[in-house]
């Protein structure tokens, strides 16, 4: 496709529960970033990929959540145990590396119950 | 660590009119990005202009432009002959020059454009 994808579009879930959001990059672009966004908040860094390697994982806020890019390309986010804190739209952006403009997909929004 | 503060939650504007958003940040670093997003209610974040620190000169798009004061470390979005579509949460982001562009956000201001 021509932008970047993320799916589900919306997840609810129960507390508890263990959830997969997956995010499909811009072809090419090496750099994927994962962000929070609370309601009525601006989003939060949650985890950097350069690559398949996370180069920084400093925004994931305890270890229920996991973030994998194991080919370089589609990234899953990972959160076990959700709680309902952690509802919030989870965006994904792509860029072409090295300082590039970051491309946003739609989001995915995750409702915990 | 860096910070990026939008004091005005909410503005509004005629259809036609100017409108400035305003925006501050904190950084020691002397190279970063500044950049102006726009999210509608679809969620999709649009990037709508962007500013190198290094760069004097304000950057312009169209409709759009910024004034970058560095020493003051302000950074406000003027939006010229506002549309009905320019409707939306517009964020203020700050970027890092290194390979790591992780982006810090300001909470946004929603902006209502009135025909």
């Known amino acids: 496709g021509a932008g970047v994808s993320q799916t589900p579009s919306n997840k609810v879930t129960e507390k508890g529960k263990y959830v997969e959001l997956r995010c499909d990059p811009i072809?090419?672009?090496?750099?994927l970033y994962w962000y929070r966004q609370s309601l009525g908040q601006g989003p939060e860094f949650l985890i950097y990929?350069?690559?398949?390697?996370?180069?920084?994982d400093s925004g994931l806020p305890n270890d229920r959540f996991f973030a994998v890019r194991p080919e370089g390309s589609v990234s899953t986010l990972k959160i076990q145990r959700t709680e309902r804190g952690d509802s919030a739209v989870y965006l994904c952006a792509s860029s072409p590396g090295l300082g590039g403009e970051q491309f946003f997909g739609p989001g995915t929004r995750l409702t915990v119950l | 660590a860096q910070t990026v503060t939008q004091s005005q939650p909410e503005m509004s504007v005629q259809e036609a009119e100017t409108v400035t958003l305003s925006c501050t940040y904190d950084?020691?670093?002397?190279?970063?990005?500044l950049f102006w997003y726009k999210q509608p209610p679809s969620r999709q974040m649009i990037l709508v202009i962007r500013q190198e620190a290094y760069k004097q000169q304000n950057a312009t798009e169209n409709r759009f432009s910024v004034n970058f004061q560095k020493a003051a470390k302000s950074f406000s979005l003027k939006i010229s002959d506002s549309q009905l579509g320019d409707a939306a949460m517009y964020f203020c982001?700050?970027?890092?020059?290194?390979?790591?562009?992780?982006?810090?956000w300001g909470l946004g201001t929603s902006l209502a454009v009135n025909p």
């Open positions: 982001a700050y970027g890092g020059a290194g390979n790591n562009r992780k982006l810090i």
């Open positions: 072809s090419g672009h090496t750099a």
């Open positions: 990929f350069q690559g398949t390697g996370a180069a920084d």
């Open positions: 950084t020691s670093e002397s190279d970063y990005y």
